[in-house]
């Protein structure tokens, strides 16, 4: 079972962060599994469409891609993402109040094809704030990673920037950002966002094993605590096609399920 994750921190963070639920999964579903960290979001992608993974983690947008391009099948999510928000933040010394209050300053999303660090903000912006980025910053910048995001705050390269607030806690958690560094000037309303997703062609008895591995993962069971805290879950729900209409409709206005935006 080749397992593909988002690089959408640094590989070591990542290693922590997912091994011991594959060990598990590899232990429940009884499978042999290999982690694949993808190069980029475009990748992982690009990894799915040629088979190169069984199993992909992707976030709400690439899901979206990968369902239209590819018939990727929903298998589960987190207790938390079917109800995700997006962070935008700001230096903790920084004077602005709102975001109305950086009109000519430089902006950093995350990826391009991030639904937390991009697709998600951009849409918000425009919904909730009326502004197109590209006319209303000085600058927009795209990073790799979120955790790059953040650096990029805290150095000053930029003067707002829109993230994943978990990778912001984990970075707190295991000492790469110190507390009250940064403040959150603005959270999103919420949305779906990470899932993890199969091959439509996958065994049907291998589907069932996984699922119901995810699905088995208690927060009262003791040897199930340190791959539910790592996730920053307390368990995984069913996933369905339809809890992702939200960011297919949003990704069609904006041209990304057309061929060649993948």
């Known amino acids: 079972m080749r397992v593909g994750i988002l690089p959408d921190q640094n590989t070591a963070?990542?290693?922590t962060r997912f091994s011991p639920l594959l060990d598990y999964i590899a232990e429940e579903a009884g499978l042999e599994v290999k982690l694949i960290i993808a190069s980029d979001y475009s990748h992982l992608l690009q990894l799915f469409g040629?088979?190169?993974?069984?199993?992909?983690?992707?976030g709400g947008l690439g899901f979206v891609q990968a369902n239209a391009f590819y018939g990727a099948e929903p298998l589960v999510m987190r207790?938390?993402?079917?109800?995700?928000?997006?962070?935008?933040?700001?230096?903790?010394?920084?004077?602005?109040q709102s975001i109305a209050d950086m009109e000519g300053k430089?902006?950093?999303?995350?990826?391009?094809?991030?639904t937390s660090g991009h697709l998600m903000p951009r849409h918000f912006l425009n919904t909730n704030h009326q502004i197109v980025?590209?006319?209303?910053?000085?600058?927009?910048?795209?990073?790799?990673?979120?955790?790059?995001?953040?650096?990029?705050?805290?150095?000053d390269e930029v003067a707002l920037g829109a993230v994943n607030p978990i990778i912001v806690k984990e970075m707190i958690e295991d000492g790469r950002l110190e507390l009250n560094v940064l403040r959150i000037l603005w959270e999103t309303p919420p949305y779906p966002d990470y899932v993890w997703a199969i091959h439509s062609a996958l065994e049907r008895k291998i589907k069932i094993q996984l699922r119901n591995a995810f699905l088995a993962l208690d927060p009262a069971n003791e040897q199930h605590v340190e791959i539910l805290n790592n996730l920053h879950s307390s368990g995984f729900l069913p996933?369905?096609?339809?809890?992702?209409?939200?960011?297919?409709?949003?990704?069609?206005?904006?041209?990304?399920?057309e061929a060649g935006n993948q």
């Open 106 to 114: 430089p902006f950093s999303f995350g990826s391009h094809l991030s």
């Open 50 to 58: 040629n088979n190169e993974v069984d199993m992909v983690r992707f």
């Open 133 to 155: 980025p590209e006319a209303f910053f000085s600058k927009v910048h795209y990073s790799n990673a979120h955790d790059e995001t953040v650096y990029s705050i805290i150095n």
């Open 239 to 257: 996933a369905g096609v339809h809890d992702f209409d939200l960011l297919k409709k949003i990704a069609l206005s904006l041209g990304l399920l």
């Open 13 to 15: 963070r990542l290693l």
């Open 79 to 96: 207790d938390i993402d079917t109800r995700f928000v997006s962070w935008f933040l700001v230096r903790e010394g920084s004077a602005v």
